[in-house]
């Protein structure tokens, strides 16, 4: 992706990859539900009724490492 975005003239002002720290909250997630009902306002109510199924092929892919998430910054000149 990176080499995608400077190849058409971005540059990069700031580039983090955050793909640890969502294993670690899907880890969360998990443990949250184990421990009592999920709760009534998140993440599911934009994504929509197949937001289970979505989230758990983005966690296998992260885990997998064939997919990450990365924050980024980038600017066109």
């Known amino acids: 992706m990176l ?25 969360e997630q998990r443990m949250a539900r184990a421990h009592g009902a999920p709760p009534t306002l998140g993440i599911h109510l934009a994504m929509g009724p197949d937001f289970p199924e979505m989230a758990a092929n983005l966690e296998r892919n992260l885990q997998e490492g064939r997919v990450g998430l990365v924050q980024a910054i980038m600017r066109r000149p």
């Open 3 to 27: 080499t995608a975005l400077l190849q058409r003239g971005f540059r990069t002002s700031s580039w983090i990859d955050r793909s640890d720290a969502a294993i670690e909250w899907f880890d």
